[in-house]
C-alpha cells in the first residue's frame, strides 16, 4: 500500500506549476481529505503559515491589484484613498486595451487545445507504445520546460526574420519568413513550447493505469486504437480537461512570448499591456492593478471550472494488485512515429537551442552565418569572473539554491497543514496558488518596491536593495507551485497512515516529519529542483529587486539584449542552460546511487 | 552530520552571506546607460568611493522609480531624456544643486542644456536620426529629412516613446518643430505597420532594422553608430529639419545620505576622464557625442551637435501623458 502510494506521488510531480496545481491541489481539494483523522492538534488550522504566506505574496500582490480601485493610493506628490472605477472601466473604453483581453482569451482558448493535444499525443505515444530512443522523447518535455520562454520567443525572431537564420540557409524565402509572424506562427510557437504541461499532467494519469486494463482489452482483442479510446482515454478523461484549463491559464500569463514573438506579430496581449502599463513613465499602476484584476478573474475562471466541471474525480486506479504496463508494439509504423517525434523535438527544443548557440558565437547579426563572423569572444565575456555576467552567473545560483531551500521548507508544513484542514479550506489554497503563478509576476515585484520602500513599518526593515529581498521575492514567486507539488503528493497518501500515527500517540509535526516526509521524498526532491531551475530564470523579481551589489542572470540578459549585445546575451543564457543540465544531472546521478546504496543494504 | 544539522549549517550560511551584501556605506547609482559600468569602475578607481549599480532598461528604471516615489533608494539617477529628469526634478525627488558643475569645461552645447533648477546635469549627448539599412533600400534614393520617410512607409521601425526616454525626447522635439497637429499628421502617414512601430526597446528595432521586416528606422544615434561599427549594412541620415538633444542627465535623490559622494561622482562623470571612461564601454551608449571641450566622439561620428535643438522640457513634461497615450493607441498594437 504504501509502496503504491509512493509510486503514484513520483508519477504527479510533474514539473509545471500548473500541472501539479490541478493534479494535486484541485483534485486533492475536491476529492477525499487523504490525512484527516481528527484528534487535537490534527486540525487543518495554521494561522501562522497562512499569515507568512500572505506577507510573502498576498499583501504585496493586494498592494498593486488595489490601485484598480484607489489608483492614487501610492502618488509621490498627492497620495489620496479616493475611489475610482476608471481604470476597471479603461479596460473596455479603451480599445486596445479591448483588444489585448480578447486576444488573450482567444489565444489561450486555441492555444489549450492545440498544446494539450501535442501532450496527449506525446504521452501516449511514449507511454503506452515501445517507440524507440523512448527516454529521449522523455526527456524531450523537460527540456522544452526549462527553457524560458523569453528565450524561447527571442529563438524564433531569430530563426524566422526575414534575415534570420533559416533564409540564410536557403531553407525558406524571405516572404515565406515573414507571413510566419502571424496568429498561426504564435499558436506553433505556443503548442511548441506549452506542450509540456499537458504531456506532465496526462503522464501523471497514465503511469496509474494498471497494466490490466490494457491486458483485459488483448484478450478481447480490441485493437490499440479502439483500446486508446474506448478506455484509456475515458480514464484520463479528468487529465485531458485539467490540461485544457491549465493551458489556458499557461497561456492567458505567459509573458515572455508576449513580449516578443506576439509583439512581433503586431499582436497586443493582456500580459504585455500590464508591462507596458508598468514600465512607462509616469507608471499607470492603476491600469496594471485593472488588468492584473482581470487576469485573476479569468484564472480563478478556469480553476472553479475545474473545481466543479467533473475534471477533479478520483481517478486513483493504483491498488495494491496492480501489473505492469505492457506497451503496445508500433510494428511498421515504428518509423513514420519516430520520424514525427525527431520533428516534434527538433522544432521544440533542437531549433531555438541552436539558434540561441548560433548568435552566442556570432558578431553581427546582419553576416549570419559566414564563416568570418564566427567568434568565441561572447562566451569569453561570461566567463571572465570579473566581469559583471560571471558574477551574475554565480550569483544566480547561489540565490536559486536558497530560494528552493527556504521555499521547500516552508511548503512541506504548509501544504501538510492544509491538506489536514477543512474542503473548503484546500479549495480555496489551491485557487488562490493557481491564481498567484498566472499573475504575471511584475505584479508581484511591483508589490514588493511598494511594501518594503514605501508602506511605513516593512519600510523599516531595511530590507529593500538587498540580495535578502531578491531571494525573499524569488520564493514568493516560487511558493505557490512549492505547495501544489507537496499537496499532489500528499493527496496520494492514504487516512491509514495519519490515523495509525494518531493512535500510537505521535503529533502531526511528529507524523510529518517520520513519515510523511519520507514518503514524499522524490516530490520534495522534485520540487527543490524545479524550484532551482525556475529561480536562475526568474526575470521580474531579477529584474525589480536587484540588488544593489548587482544583478541576478535573468536581469542580466534581457538588459544585454534591449541594448543590442545579443551575442553576450545568448551566450550567458547558454552557458545558464549548461550548468542547471550539469547540475540536474549531477544531483540525478546522486539521487540513484543513494537508492541503489540503499537498495544494497536493505 | 545528522541532515537537519546540515540543512541548518546551510541555511546560517547563506543568511549569512546574504545579509552582508548590503554596504551602508556605498554609492548606489540608478542607471540606464551601458557606459555606467566603465564610468563607475573608473570612478572607484581614483577615489576609493565603491559605487553598487542597478543597471535597467530606462523604461524598466523609471518603473522602479516611480515605485518609490516619494523614498527613493538611488543616491544618484543617471537616465537619458531630460524631460523625465524636469518632472522629477519638479516632484521634487532630485535635490537641486547649485554651482556642482561651475567647474565643469562644457561645450556650448553642454551649457545651453543646463536646467536653471540645475536638479540634473548633461553628462552626455546623442539624438535621433533616420538610420537607413543599406542592403534593403537598394538603389532607391535615401531619406534625407523625417517627411521623406512617408515614401517608406511600412517599413519604418521606431521604438515605443511609452517605454524608452529618448524616444519620447524624439517625439517631442517632433512635435515642438512640426508643430503637434501637424506632426501626429505626418507620422500617421509614416508609421502605417503597426508590428515596426511602437517597438519596446531599441535593441529589438536593430533586428528589425538588420533581419527583419524594417529598411529604415527611426533610432538613436548612439546605436546606429555601434551598428555601423559592427559593420552592418547601415548608414545615418541627420534629418533636414533638424534634430533635438537626447541628454543622458544625472541628479541626487533629494533623501541621499552620501551627498558628498553622489556629487563627486557627478563630477568625475563631467571630466575627460570620466568621458574617456565612458567611450571604453561595449555598448551602443559608449558613441556618444560629448559634452565637454577636448574630448572627441568615438568611432564613425559626426561632430555637428552645434545644430541640434533644445527641448523645451516643461512643455514636453506637461504634455507627457497625452503625447504618449495618443502614440500608443495610434501606433502599438
Given at each position: 500500500?504504501?509502496?503504491?502510494?509512493?509510486?503514484?506521488?513520483?508519477?504527479?510531480?510533474?514539473?509545471?506549476?500548473?500541472?501539479?496545481?490541478?493534479?494535486?491541489?484541485?483534485?486533492?481539494?475536491?476529492?477525499?481529505?487523504?490525512?484527516?483523522?481528527?484528534?487535537?492538534?490534527?486540525?487543518?488550522?495554521?494561522?501562522?503559515?497562512?499569515?507568512?504566506?500572505?506577507?510573502?505574496?498576498?499583501?504585496?500582490?493586494?498592494?498593486v491589484v488595489v490601485?484598480a480601485v484607489?489608483?492614487?493610493?501610492?502618488?509621490?506628490?498627492?497620495?489620496?484613498?479616493?475611489?475610482?472605477?476608471?481604470p476597471l472601466?479603461?479596460m473596455?473604453?479603451?480599445?486596445?486595451?479591448?483588444?489585448?483581453?480578447?486576444?488573450?482569451?482567444?489565444?489561450?482558448?486555441?492555444?489549450?487545445?492545440?498544446?494539450?493535444?501535442?501532450?496527449?499525443?506525446?504521452?501516449?505515444?511514449?507511454?503506452?507504445?515501445?517507440?524507440?530512443?523512448?527516454?529521449?522523447?522523455?526527456?524531450?518535455?523537460?527540456?522544452?520546460?526549462?527553457?524560458?520562454?523569453?528565450?524561447?520567443?527571442?529563438?524564433?525572431?531569430?530563426?524566422?526574420?526575414?534575415?534570420?537564420?533559416?533564409?540564410?540557409?536557403?531553407?525558406?524565402?524571405?516572404?515565406?519568413?515573414?507571413?510566419?509572424?502571424?496568429?498561426?506562427?504564435?499558436?506553433?510557437?505556443?503548442?511548441?513550447?506549452?506542450?509540456?504541461?499537458?504531456?506532465?499532467?496526462?503522464?501523471?494519469?497514465?503511469?496509474?493505469?494498471?497494466?490490466?486494463?490494457?491486458?483485459?482489452?488483448?484478450?478481447?482483442?480490441?485493437?490499440?486504437?479502439?483500446?486508446?479510446?474506448?478506455?484509456?482515454?475515458?480514464?484520463?478523461?479528468?487529465?485531458?480537461?485539467?490540461?485544457?484549463?491549465?493551458?489556458?491559464?499557461?497561456?492567458?500569463?505567459?509573458?515572455?512570448?508576449?513580449?516578443?514573438?506576439?509583439?512581433?506579430?503586431?499582436?497586443?496581449?493582456?500580459?504585455?499591456?500590464?508591462?507596458?502599463?508598468?514600465?512607462?513613465?509616469?507608471?499607470?499602476?492603476?491600469?496594471a492593478g485593472a488588468q492584473a484584476l482581470l487576469l485573476g478573474v479569468?484564472?480563478?475562471?478556469?480553476?472553479?471550472?475545474?473545481?466543479?466541471?467533473?475534471?477533479?474525480?478520483?481517478?486513483?486506479?493504483?491498488?495494491?494488485?496492480?501489473?505492469?504496463?505492457?506497451?503496445?508494439?508500433?510494428?511498421?509504423?515504428?518509423?513514420?512515429?519516430?520520424?514525427?517525434?525527431?520533428?516534434?523535438?527538433?522544432?521544440?527544443?533542437?531549433?531555438?537551442?541552436?539558434?540561441?548557440?548560433?548568435?552566442?558565437?556570432?558578431?553581427?547579426?546582419?553576416?549570419?552565418?559566414?564563416?568570418?563572423?564566427?567568434?568565441?569572444?561572447?562566451?569569453?565575456?561570461?566567463?571572465?569572473?570579473?566581469?559583471?555576467?560571471?558574477?551574475?552567473?554565480?550569483?544566480?545560483?547561489?540565490?536559486?539554491?536558497?530560494?528552493?531551500?527556504?521555499?521547500?521548507?516552508?511548503?512541506?508544513?504548509?501544504?501538510?497543514?492544509?491538506?489536514?484542514?477543512?474542503?473548503?479550506?484546500?479549495?480555496?489554497?489551491?485557487?488562490?496558488?493557481?491564481?498567484?503563478?498566472?499573475v504575471?509576476?511584475?505584479?508581484?515585484?511591483?508589490?514588493?518596491?511598494?511594501?518594503?520602500?514605501?508602506?511605513?513599518?516593512?519600510?523599516?526593515?531595511?530590507?529593500?536593495?538587498?540580495?535578502?529581498?531578491?531571494?525573499?521575492?524569488?520564493?514568493?514567486?516560487?511558493?505557490?507551485?512549492?505547495?501544489?507539488?507537496?499537496?499532489?503528493?500528499?493527496?496520494?497518501?492514504?487516512?491509514?497512515?495519519?490515523?495509525?500515527?494518531?493512535?500510537?500517540?505521535?503529533?502531526?509535526?511528529?507524523?510529518?516529519?517520520?513519515?510523511?516526509?519520507?514518503?514524499?521524498?522524490?516530490?520534495?526532491?522534485?520540487?527543490?529542483?524545479?524550484?532551482?531551475?525556475?529561480?536562475?530564470?526568474?526575470?521580474?523579481?531579477?529584474?525589480?529587486?536587484?540588488?544593489?551589489?548587482?544583478?541576478?542572470?535573468?536581469?542580466?540578459?534581457?538588459?544585454?539584449?534591449?541594448?543590442?549585445?545579443?551575442?553576450?546575451?545568448?551566450?550567458?543564457?547558454?552557458?545558464?542552460?549548461?550548468?542547471?543540465?550539469?547540475?540536474?544531472?549531477?544531483?540525478?546521478?546522486?539521487?540513484?546511487?543513494?537508492?541503489?546504496?540503499?537498495?544494497?543494504?536493505? | 552530520?545528522?541532515?537537519?544539522?546540515?540543512?541548518?549549517?546551510?541555511?546560517?550560511?547563506?543568511?549569512?552571506?546574504?545579509?552582508?551584501?548590503?554596504?551602508?556605506?556605498?554609492?548606489?547609482?540608478?542607471?540606464?546607460?551601458?557606459?555606467?559600468?566603465?564610468?563607475?569602475?573608473?570612478?572607484?578607481?581614483?577615489?576609493?568611493?565603491?559605487?553598487?549599480?542597478?543597471?535597467?532598461?530606462?523604461?524598466?528604471?523609471?518603473?522602479?522609480?516611480?515605485?518609490?516615489?516619494?523614498?527613493?533608494?538611488?543616491?544618484?539617477?543617471?537616465?537619458?531624456?531630460?524631460?523625465?529628469?524636469?518632472?522629477?526634478?519638479?516632484?521634487?525627488?532630485?535635490?537641486?544643486?547649485?554651482?556642482?558643475?561651475?567647474?565643469?569645461?562644457?561645450?556650448?552645447?553642454?551649457?545651453?542644456?543646463?536646467?536653471?533648477?540645475?536638479?540634473?546635469?548633461?553628462?552626455?549627448?546623442?539624438?535621433?536620426?533616420?538610420?537607413?539599412?543599406?542592403?534593403?533600400?537598394?538603389?532607391?534614393?535615401?531619406?534625407?529629412?523625417?517627411?521623406?520617410?512617408?515614401?517608406?512607409?511600412?517599413?519604418?521601425?521606431?521604438?515605443?516613446?511609452?517605454?524608452?526616454?529618448?524616444?519620447?525626447?524624439?517625439?517631442?522635439?517632433?512635435?515642438?518643430?512640426?508643430?503637434?497637429?501637424?506632426?501626429?499628421?505626418?507620422?500617421?502617414?509614416?508609421?502605417?505597420?503597426?508590428?515596426?512601430?511602437?517597438?519596446?526597446?531599441?535593441?529589438?528595432?536593430?533586428?528589425?532594422?538588420?533581419?527583419?521586416?524594417?529598411?529604415?528606422?527611426?533610432?538613436?544615434?548612439?546605436?546606429?553608430?555601434?551598428?555601423?561599427?559592427?559593420?552592418?549594412?547601415?548608414?545615418?541620415?541627420?534629418?533636414?529639419?533638424?534634430?533635438?538633444?537626447?541628454?543622458?542627465?544625472?541628479?541626487?535623490?533629494?533623501?541621499?545620505?552620501?551627498?558628498?559622494?553622489?556629487?563627486?561622482?557627478?563630477?568625475?562623470?563631467?571630466?575627460?576622464?570620466?568621458?574617456?571612461?565612458?567611450?571604453?564601454?561595449?555598448?551602443?551608449?559608449?558613441?556618444?557625442?560629448?559634452?565637454?571641450?577636448?574630448?572627441?566622439?568615438?568611432?564613425?561620428?559626426?561632430?555637428?551637435?552645434?545644430?541640434?535643438?533644445?527641448?523645451?522640457?516643461?512643455?514636453?513634461?506637461?504634455?507627457?501623458?497625452?503625447?504618449?497615450?495618443?502614440?500608443?493607441?495610434?501606433?502599438?498594437?
Open positions: 500500500m504504501v509502496q503504491g502510494s509512493v509510486r503514484t506521488v513520483i508519477g504527479s510531480a510533474a514539473p509545471t506549476r500548473n500541472a501539479a496545481a490541478v493534479e494535486g491541489g484541485i483534485g486533492a481539494g475536491m476529492t477525499s481529505r487523504s490525512l484527516i483523522v481528527g484528534g487535537k492538534g490534527w486540525g487543518g488550522g495554521s494561522p501562522l503559515s497562512w499569515f507568512v504566506a500572505f506577507v510573502l505574496i498576498g499583501l504585496p500582490m493586494l498592494l490601485q484607489v489608483p492614487k493610493l501610492f502618488d509621490p506628490t498627492a497620495p489620496s484613498i479616493a475611489l475610482s472605477f476608471e472601466s479603461r473596455v473604453t479603451s480599445p486596445r486595451l479591448l483588444h489585448g483581453i480578447v486576444n488573450t482569451v482567444v489565444l489561450g482558448i486555441v492555444g489549450a487545445i492545440v498544446s494539450t493535444l501535442l501532450g496527449l499525443a506525446l504521452a501516449l505515444v511514449v507511454h503506452l507504445t515501445d517507440v524507440r530512443m523512448s527516454r529521449v522523447w522523455k526527456a524531450l518535455p523537460w527540456v522544452v520546460f526549462a527553457t524560458p520562454s523569453y528565450l524561447k520567443g527571442l529563438a524564433w525572431v531569430l530563426l524566422m526574420s526575414q534575415g534570420g537564420y533559416l533564409v540564410y540557409l536557403g531553407m525558406l524565402t524571405p516572404t515565406q519568413a515573414s507571413s510566419f509572424f502571424g496568429p498561426t506562427g504564435l499558436l506553433l510557437v505556443m503548442a511548441l513550447s506549452l506542450f509540456p504541461v499537458p504531456y506532465f499532467i496526462v503522464r501523471a494519469r497514465l503511469e496509474g493505469i494498471g497494466g490490466e486494463f490494457l491486458d483485459a482489452a488483448r484478450m478481447a482483442s480490441a485493437s490499440p486504437a479502439r483500446t486508446i479510446i474506448l478506455i484509456v482515454l475515458p480514464m484520463i478523461m479528468p487529465a485531458i480537461g485539467l490540461s485544457l484549463l491549465t493551458t489556458f491559464a499557461e497561456v492567458v500569463g505567459d509573458f515572455g512570448l508576449a513580449n516578443t514573438l506576439a509583439r512581433s506579430m503586431s499582436l497586443g496581449l493582456l500580459t504585455y499591456n500590464i508591462y507596458a502599463a508598468t514600465s512607462s513613465f509616469p507608471v499607470d499602476f492603476a491600469a479569468l484564472v480563478s475562471g478556469s480553476v472553479v471550472a475545474a473545481a466543479f466541471g467533473g475534471t477533479q474525480r478520483d481517478a486513483r486506479f493504483l491498488s495494491g494488485r496492480n501489473r505492469s504496463l505492457r506497451p503496445y508494439r508500433l510494428r511498421y509504423w515504428q518509423p513514420l512515429v519516430f520520424a514525427v517525434l525527431a520533428l516534434l523535438a527538433i522544432s521544440a527544443a533542437v531549433l531555438p537551442l541552436l539558434a540561441v548557440t548560433l548568435r552566442a558565437l556570432t558578431t553581427s547579426l546582419g553576416a549570419g552565418l559566414s564563416p568570418s563572423n564566427f567568434s568565441l569572444s561572447a562566451i569569453r565575456t561570461v566567463f571572465d569572473i570579473s566581469n559583471v555576467a560571471g558574477q551574475a552567473l554565480v550569483s544566480s545560483f547561489a540565490y536559486a539554491f536558497a530560494t528552493a531551500l527556504v521555499t521547500v521548507a516552508f511548503a512541506i508544513v504548509f501544504a501538510y497543514r492544509v491538506s489536514l484542514a477543512s474542503k473548503r479550506t484546500r479549495v480555496l489554497a489551491a485557487g488562490l496558488a493557481m491564481v498567484t503563478v498566472a504575471p509576476g511584475i505584479i508581484l515585484a511591483f508589490g514588493y518596491i511598494l511594501l518594503y520602500d514605501r508602506v511605513p513599518g516593512f519600510e523599516n526593515l531595511g530590507l529593500y536593495g538587498t540580495r535578502t529581498l531578491l531571494v525573499l521575492g524569488y520564493c514568493a514567486a516560487a511558493l505557490p507551485y512549492c505547495l501544489i507539488f507537496m499537496w499532489s503528493a500528499l493527496d496520494r497518501l492514504g487516512s491509514s497512515l495519519g490515523e495509525a500515527s494518531r493512535l500510537a500517540g505521535a503529533t502531526p509535526l511528529r507524523h510529518l516529519r517520520l513519515i510523511v516526509a519520507p514518503l514524499i521524498g522524490r516530490a520534495i526532491a522534485a520540487a527543490f529542483g524545479v524550484t532551482m531551475i525556475r529561480t536562475v530564470f526568474e526575470l521580474p523579481m531579477s529584474q525589480f529587486l536587484m540588488p544593489q551589489t548587482g544583478p541576478a542572470i535573468p536581469a542580466l540578459i534581457v538588459d544585454d539584449f534591449t541594448q543590442d549585445k545579443d551575442a553576450v546575451a545568448c551566450a550567458l543564457a547558454l552557458v545558464a542552460l549548461l550548468a542547471v543540465a550539469i547540475a540536474w544531472g549531477l544531483a540525478t546521478l546522486v539521487g540513484r546511487s543513494n537508492l541503489r546504496s540503499k537498495g544494497a543494504k536493505s | 552530520m545528522k541532515p537537519i544539522r546540515f540543512v541548518s549549517s546551510i541555511f546560517v550560511a547563506l543568511s549569512a552571506a546574504l545579509g552582508s551584501a548590503h554596504a551602508a556605506d556605498h554609492l548606489v547609482v540608478y542607471s540606464a546607460l551601458d557606459t555606467v559600468d566603465a564610468a563607475a569602475s573608473a570612478f572607484t578607481e581614483k577615489t576609493g568611493i565603491q559605487v553598487d549599480l542597478v543597471r535597467l532598461s530606462t523604461g524598466e528604471l523609471l518603473g522602479k522609480v516611480a515605485a518609490e516615489g516619494d523614498n527613493p533608494k538611488f543616491d544618484v539617477l543617471w537616465v537619458e531624456g531630460s524631460a523625465v529628469m524636469s518632472r522629477l526634478a519638479d516632484q521634487h525627488i532630485l535635490k537641486p544643486e547649485p554651482g556642482l558643475a561651475d567647474g565643469v569645461q562644457y561645450t556650448d552645447l553642454g551649457h545651453r542644456l543646463v536646467p536653471k533648477s540645475q536638479a540634473y546635469f548633461p553628462v552626455t549627448v546623442s539624438t535621433t536620426a533616420i538610420a537607413v539599412n543599406n542592403a534593403k533600400i537598394g538603389s532607391a534614393r535615401p531619406p534625407k529629412s523625417w517627411h521623406d520617410l512617408v515614401g517608406f512607409a511600412g517599413s519604418v521601425a521606431a521604438k515605443d516613446p511609452n517605454l524608452s526616454g529618448p524616444a519620447f525626447q524624439w517625439l517631442a522635439g517632433y512635435f515642438a518643430s512640426k508643430g503637434v497637429d501637424a506632426g501626429k499628421q505626418e507620422l500617421l502617414n509614416i508609421l502605417t505597420n503597426n508590428k515596426l512601430s511602437g517597438i519596446p526597446s531599441g535593441g529589438a528595432v536593430n533586428k528589425s532594422l538588420i533581419t527583419g521586416d524594417a529598411s529604415v528606422a527611426i533610432q538613436q544615434d548612439t546605436s546606429i553608430y555601434a551598428l555601423i561599427d559592427q559593420k552592418e549594412p547601415v548608414s545615418i541620415v541627420y534629418p533636414s529639419e533638424g534634430v533635438v538633444a537626447i541628454p543622458s542627465s544625472a541628479g541626487i535623490a533629494r533623501t541621499t545620505q552620501h551627498e558628498d559622494n553622489a556629487k563627486k561622482f557627478i563630477q568625475f562623470l563631467l571630466t575627460k576622464d570620466g568621458e574617456a571612461a565612458m567611450e571604453r564601454a561595449d555598448g551602443g551608449d559608449g558613441f556618444f557625442a560629448p559634452l565637454i571641450q577636448g574630448v572627441k566622439g568615438k568611432g564613425a561620428r559626426v561632430d555637428n551637435t552645434s545644430s541640434w535643438q533644445i527641448l523645451d522640457d516643461a512643455k514636453a513634461s506637461a504634455n507627457e501623458t497625452e503625447w504618449k497615450q495618443w502614440f500608443r493607441d495610434q501606433f502599438v498594437p
